[in-house]
């Protein structure tokens, strides 16, 4: 069985290629020029040039594939080059759903995010959303994924404050640091979207995804402290301050979070996990468990 993996050079999309090959499936991966050297070295797979946004690159990309996986997905936009949610998360989606139908591809796993709805506070929620709902109406043999935030080796969460902790010894918390989320082992996720190809119990279905521990966000940072023995030191920054810097320097790609980013951390992520877990009969990772594997390596 033949896979056609988009997004497949970054963190979560590495591990679902790795699973992928290990479980014996042909994987045809979309790339685009300059990004694809990061899985030159895994053996045995397939690299097409071409990009999501882009209908026309998608052109015969597909032929020969009997599922497609779609990871692509952004977490802040650069409007200055054309980057925004509407057009990667959205028309992206839009155009490898066309692809995919009109080569026969008729199986479709989609990344979407947990808070993706139409009524969503952010860009990102409404835009996550309107790409589930392309995908439901396709008449494609859909499933799809709402996770909340992954780690794992090279997840961008995790590392990010781990390495405030070992540089600088203290943390900026938005606001009171209470609003909880539930975090997922990119392992979990990944073991989800390979399980999920070929059982038809899946198909037209969406899943929440999320972790075994709901946490507030103090002791995620806690948390990772005691993981690599640097007792963290917080600082509660005021929200009306954190939104008023983050409107200011949104441009900076180095200013650590957006507006929309901070709206949806005090909104909290978290959902019921359970339904997720027994589907697929995948074991929980919990959180410390999890991060102490890559850290404290």
Known sequence: MKIFLTGSTGFVGKHILRDLIENNYQVRCLARKGSEQKITHYKDIEIVDGD?????????????????????????????????????????TANLVRAARSQKAMRFIQMSALGARPDGKTRYQQTKYRAEECVRTSGLDYTIFRPSIIFGREDKFVNLFANMLKTQQFVPVVGNGRYKMQPVAVENVSMAFVASIERK???????????????????????????????????HIPVFIMNTMAEMLDWLPSFPVTKDQITMLLEGNVCDEKPFFKHFDITPIGFKEGISKYLSA
């Open 52 to 92: 999501i946004t882009d209908a026309a690159s998608l052109d015969g990309k597909l032929e020969g594939c009997d599922a497609v996986i779609n990871l692509v997905g952004i977490i802040r936009e650069f409007l200055g080059k054309g980057i925004t949610f509407e057009k990667l998360h959205y028309e992206g």
């Open 201 to 235: 119990d899946a198909v037209g279905k969406t899943f929440n995804v999320g972790g075994p521990e709901k946490i507030e966000f103090n002791q995620i940072i806690d948390t990772i402290g005691e993981v690599i023995c640097a007792p963290p030191y917080k600082i």
